[in-house]
C-alpha cells in the first residue's frame, strides 16, 4: 500500500514498494484513462508485427513465452499480448508448424493492481481439448497467464526463458528521483520545482544519469533473460530536442500546469515551499542518441530499428471544445500517473485540493493544451 498522510515524505528507496498507475475503475485510474496510449500503441502496430517477424520460431515442446514489462491494469496490455501470440500463431502456420504452448507474464512493481488486470483477462480455452480447438476457441484466450511483480530495471525471470519481451510507456519511469535533486546541499537540489522541465544544469544531469543507470540495467538483465533468436520491441517516452531541460510533452504535462498547482498550494499556505521540494516526479524522456548510446555500450542486441515516433496528444477527450472536459481530462491524466506519488506525499486530502486547481487551470487554457500537448516516442526494435 502508498504511504498516507499529510506530511509524509516518501524515501527514494521506497519508490519501487508503493509506486503504480492509478488502480481500480474509477474515473482517475488507468484502465478509464489510457486511451491515448492504446491510440499510440496501435500506430505503432507495423513496427511490433516487424519485430514479430525477426523471431526465430521454437519448433520443439518447449512454450513460447512473451513477458509485457509495465503491464499496468488495463486492457492495453492484454491487447498488445493477444496480438503477438495471434501474430506468432499466424507464422507458425504459414510455415506448416503445428504451434506450441504459449505463456505471456504481465509484470509490473509491486504495487500494481494485478487484481483489476485479471479481472479483465478472458477466460483460458479448454486445454482438454485438441491443440487446434484450443487455440480456435472464439472469446477465449489462447496462452497461459501470470503476474510477475518486481522492477525490470533488475532481474525477472530465469536466464533464456523469454521469447519475446514487450514494454510500451513505461521505460521513461526512473527507479527513484536522484538523491542529490532531494538534497539541499546539492547544486542539483531541484528548489522551487516538482519535475526537470526548465531544471539548472546539475539537476538535469541528476535525472540523465539515473536514466542512463536504469536503461543500462534494463538492457543488462533482459540479454540474460532472452532466448538465442528472440526479439524485444520499446517504446518509450522521448525528445526531439538536444537540450535534456525540454522535456517535449512531459514537460508540457507535468512542468506547467501540474507545477503551477503545487504553487498554489504553496502561495495559499496549504503546503510549506519545502514540502513542494521534496516532490519530484521520477521521469526521463531520453533523446534519441542517449537511448541509442546505452544501447551500444551494452552491446548483446543486433538494434533491427531505432527511431522517434509522433505519438500525438495524452489527451482523448469527446468535445474539444468544451474547455470543462478538456481540463478534466488533463487532470485525470496527471492523476493516473503521478496520483499515487502525490497522495503519499501530502495525503488525500490535499492530492485533491491540488489536483482540482491542476483542473482549474487546465480549463482556462484548454485550447493551448489541446494545440500544444504533444508527446513523441522512441521505438526500438532489438534482437538477440
Not at 511490433?48 to 514489462?69: G, K, R, W
Not at 526512473?174 to 519535475?195: C, F, H, I, M
Amino acid at each position: 500500500m502508498a504511504l498516507k498522510g499529510d506530511n509524509v515524505v516518501v524515501p527514494s528507496m521506497k519508490l519501487e514498494r508503493m509506486f503504480s498507475m492509478k488502480g481500480g475503475k474509477g474515473e482517475a485510474s488507468y484502465a478509464n484513462n489510457s486511451q491515448a496510449q492504446a491510440i499510440h500503441a496501435r500506430s505503432v502496430l507495423h513496427f511490433l508485427e516487424e519485430t514479430l517477424d525477426s523471431v526465430q520460431l521454437n519448433c520443439s515442446e518447449i512454450p513460447f513465452v512473451v513477458a509485457d514489462l509495465g503491464c499496468s491494469s488495463g486492457t492495453n496490455t492484454i491487447s498488445t499480448v493477444e496480438v503477438i501470440i495471434n501474430h506468432m500463431i499466424k507464422r507458425y502456420e504459414a510455415l506448416g508448424y503445428e504451434p506450441p504452448e504459449f505463456s505471456a507474464f504481465f509484470s509490473d512493481l509491486p504495487c500494481n493492481d494485478f487484481n483489476t488486470l485479471f479481472q479483465l483477462l478472458p477466460p483460458l480455452a479448454n486445454y482438454s481439448t485438441s491443440m487446434e480447438e484450443f487455440l480456435a476457441a472464439k472469446g477465449h484466450r489462447p496462452y497461459f497467464a501470470a503476474g510477475v511483480p518486481g522492477s525490470f530495471h533488475r532481474r525477472l525471470f530465469p536466464s533464456r526463458s523469454i521469447d519475446v519481451f514487450h514494454s510500451a510507456f513505461s521505460l521513461h519511469w526512473l527507479s527513484q528521483v536522484p538523491e542529490s535533486v532531494l538534497d539541499k546541499r546539492s547544486t542539483a537540489y531541484n528548489k522551487g520545482k516538482v519535475y526537470i522541465h526548465g531544471a539548472n544544469e546539475s539537476t538535469t544531469s541528476a535525472y540523465k544519469e539515473q536514466f542512463k543507470t536504469d536503461l543500462a540495467g534494463f538492457i543488462r538483465s533482459r540479454s540474460m533473460e532472452m532466448r538465442s533468436g528472440g526479439s524485444m520491441f520499446l517504446v518509450c517516452l522521448g525528445r526531439t530536442s538536444l537540450d535534456p531541460t525540454d522535456q517535449g510533452g512531459a514537460g508540457f504535462l507535468f512542468g506547467t500546469h501540474f507545477q503551477d498547482a503545487w504553487d498554489d498550494l504553496v502561495q495559499e499556505g496549504v503546503i510549506t515551499s519545502e514540502k513542494r521540494d521534496n516532490f519530484n516526479i521520477p521521469l526521463y524522456a531520453p533523446s534519441l542518441q542517449e537511448f541509442k548510446e546505452i544501447i551500444e555500450a551494452d552491446g548483446s542486441f543486433t538494434v533491427n530499428k531505432l527511431e522517434v515516433f509522433k505519438g500525438g496528444s495524452p489527451l482523448v477527450v469527446n468535445q474539444p471544445d468544451n474547455a470543462a472536459e478538456v481540463g478534466r481530462a488533463l487532470a485525470n491524466s496527471c492523476r493516473t500517473v503521478a496520483g499515487v506519488l502525490v497522495d503519499a506525499h501530502i495525503g488525500d486530502r490535499l492530492s485533491d485540493e491540488l489536483f482540482l486547481r491542476v483542473e482549474r487551470r487546465a480549463t482556462s487554457r484548454s485550447k493551448e493544451l489541446l494545440e500544444q500537448l504533444q508527446f513523441f516516442h522512441i521505438v526500438a526494435s532489438l534482437s538477440k
